[in-house]
């Protein structure tokens, strides 16, 4: 070997056995359920990395205890380390082992190598002298260790061939520590693509040609809609690993442990038992096996302990699996999907586990289990006859479709039309409509839940009977919208009905509020400037993307939003969605408590909602705490103040 260098041989043989162990990881994803292979995927995965991923990974994370962990230094760590590192790779191979390029080769090879230096020195950087708890160690924790040791040894075996040392005796003893650390970074970098901490690298380009749902990087698309279970196949739901499609399993094995999921969770924030990287991690173990990538090295679920002991085992099990807790501690925010940069399907993976414990093991939690009973005998989660949704109203005249067979505005009340306290925002919101002249009416009794809850709950078979039960009722009637102060209706109606047959324009309230606002139907004096903040419902910015129409209204009234860390499209969770509410899921604190910090460290005295299970949950929290009022109830007051010589038109409601 005195002549020879070995290095381009190294990675040849290096990239042998990382196909080989491809291959061998392959026949476990190929082990969940067929699902069809679209190939044009592959043309996708330049734009998706380089725009959807880049988006997130650019992006800061939302808690971070290190000041360097910031998301263009990531970003640009990616850029220089992965960049870097796939030239270094072609052009070893063209220089060290098919002897193409000569000088030049050699050179663009060490400029390669250099971007690889400052990419591995940023790694380096966040992880020294103490890495951010979100950050996973193990192999992790080498990654910049094995980057340098990559860099030296072939820069080293490239400097003769750039023309810059005399050859290397590579037979000689003195070359075997060099030797060693080339081929230990190797088996780090290269193998570990499909065995160790770099598999995201390869299995995460897959991840993006394959994804489960493609509409997602589809921008004039928001796929955040539940697909409809199978109620007829021989199982509902995931009992398994295998009973998740191929591709989804291949989505687990994508996870690079970067914990933006964990920082944004709000349970994990709480102290329930979920941590979404580790639920991720849970699952490769059941799907690969324990301790095939080596072991998880990060933070697991607050006050549980244990994960699938066993590749083909039952996922949820309080003794040897992930623990039901865990499992029904998932508020289905989509806060850990949205944070994600290879784009994991979290939400999706807990509602098909939640599918087989509530329709096929009866395992559903028992106050969740008490609700659902509810839904199935009265349509409702109270269990209360259907002529009582609309006694809130019963001084207000509002016409019902079954008098009048048509009208413009189809006014969705919801499960809140039940509650008192958000029978005040129904009521201002009917007498704003009224004062814009709109021409709307209700379904009285004929209105049903939507089935939100249930489907997130995992009863699919309840969901799909109430939808198709008010899909009937709508085609009887003529309207052109409906219009719902619940966000879990609009996102159940408009995103979720129309896999069933049910296809309706559904707008939230905001929205349909600014646009009469933006006509000039709804005047309003500007109030005393209030110390306000304002509280993103998770179904409506990060499952439907309204953020502006809530604020724009706010504006409209005279008043300035302080706005809170996590807002907009990255707002955090109140509770309740998921069912969180009535599974009741112990932890350390209670979520809407946290909520309720995270608006107090606004200096806020009031915070403005625009979602009635949001409006419930932050009311819930013990004083003193900020006044709670939804955008419907501010906006009619100050529409009052502008016409202060008419008459009290709110107050006749």
């Known amino acids: 070997m005195s002549g020879t260098n070995p290095a381009g041989w190294m990675v040849l043989a290096s990239l042998v056995i990382l196909v080989a162990a491809l291959a061998w990881r392959a026949t476990r994803w190929a082990a969940g359920r067929p ?32 000041e360097d962990d910031t998301g263009e230094r990531v970003a640009r760590m990616h850029v220089l380390t992965a960049g870097g590192f796939v030239a270094a790779t072609l052009f070893i191979l063209l220089r060290h082992l098919l002897g193409v390029g000569g000088l030049a080769t050699a050179w663009l090879l060490l400029i390669a190598l250099a971007a690889m230096a400052f990419g591995a020195a940023i790694e380096w950087r966040r992880r020294r002298p103490r890495r951010a708890s979100r950050l996973s160690g193990g192999g992790y924790e080498r990654l910049p260790w094995s980057l340098a040791a990559f860099i030296v040894f072939f820069g080293v075996a490239t400097l003769s061939a750039a023309g810059l040392a005399p050859p290397i005796a590579w037979a000689s003893i003195p070359a075997w ?22 598999k995201h690298a390869v299995n995460g380009v897959l991840h993006l040609a394959f994804h489960p749902r493609p509409q997602r990087f589809d921008h004039d698309v928001r796929d955040t809609a539940l697909q409809p279970a199978d109620l007829g196949a021989d199982r509902i739901g995931a009992e398994t690993a295998a009973d998740f499609s191929w591709n989804r399993l291949l989505g687990f094995d994508a996870c690079v442990q970067c914990g933006r999921c964990e920082v944004a969770c709000p349970a ?52 040897s699996g992930i623990h039901p807790d865990t499992l029904w501690a998932c508020t289905t925010c989509r806060a850990c999907v949205a944070e994600c940069p290879m784009m994991i399907e979290h939400v999706d993976a807990v509602i098909d586990m939640r599918r087989f414990q509530t329709l096929e093991a009866g395992a559903t939690p028992a106050k969740g289990a008490a609700v659902l009973d509810e839904l199935r005998e009265s349509d409702n989660m109270g269990g209360r006859p259907a002529v009582r949704r609309a006694d809130w109203a019963v001084d207000l005249d509002i016409p019902v479709l079954t008098e009048r067979g048509s009208a413009d505005v189809l006014l969705w009340m919801g499960e809140g039309a039940f509650e008192r306290r958000n029978q005040r925002t129904l009521r201002s919101l009917v007498k704003l409509l009224r004062r814009a002249g709109v021409d709307f009416a209700i379904l009285g009794a004929e209105e049903a839940d939507c089935g939100d809850l249930a489907r997130r709950l995992g009863d699919e078979a309840t969901f799909q009977r109430l939808a198709a039960q008010n899909i009937a009722t709508l085609d009887r009637y003529d309207f052109n919208e409906i219009v719902t102060a619940d966000p879990h209706v609009l996102q159940a109606i408009g995103r979720e009905y129309p896999a069933l047959g049910g296809h309706y324009k559904v707008r939230h309230h905001t929205t349909f509020l600014a646009r009469l606002v933006v006509e000039g139907r709804l005047p309003a004096a500007a109030g005393e400037a209030m110390a306000l903040t304002y509280h ?31 807002s907009g499209e990255r707002s955090s969770c109140c509770g309740s969605g998921g069912g969180l509410a009535v599974t009741d899921i112990p932890g350390r604190r209670r979520i809407a ?34 006044e709670v009022v939804d955008i419907a109830e501010l906006l009619a007051d100050a529409v009052a103040a502008a016409e202060p010589a008419e008459e009290d038109w709110r107050e006749s409601a």
């Open 35 to 66: 699902t069809p292979i679209r190939w044009s995927g592959l043309i996708q995965v330049p734009r998706r990395y380089l725009v959807d991923v880049h988006h997130v990974v650019s992006r800061s994370p939302l808690t971070t205890d290190d």
């Open 177 to 198: 520590p060099l030797l060693a650390i080339g081929i230990w970074a190797c088996a780090e970098l290269y193998v570990g693509m499909a065995l160790g901490p770099m």
């Open 268 to 319: 994990f924030e709480a102290g329930l038992p979920l941590n979404p990287k580790a639920l991720i991690q849970d699952l490769v173990s059941a799907e690969m096996g324990d301790g095939v990538s080596g072991q998880y090295r990060g933070q697991g679920h607050p006050d549980r302990a244990g994960r699938p002991e066993s590749r083909g085992g039952v996922l949820i099990d309080a003794e």
């Open 536 to 566: 993103d419902p998770c179904y409506l910015g990060r499952y439907n993307g309204e953020t502006e129409a809530p604020r724009h209204l706010l504006e409209h009234i005279g008043q300035r939003v302080t706005e809170m860390e996590k």
């Open 593 to 626: 408590d946290v909520r309720m910090n995270h608006i107090a460290a606004t200096g806020a005295e009031t915070v403005a909602v625009a979602c009635p299970h949001c409006a419930t949950m932050l009311e819930g929290v013990v004083q003193p705490r900020a």
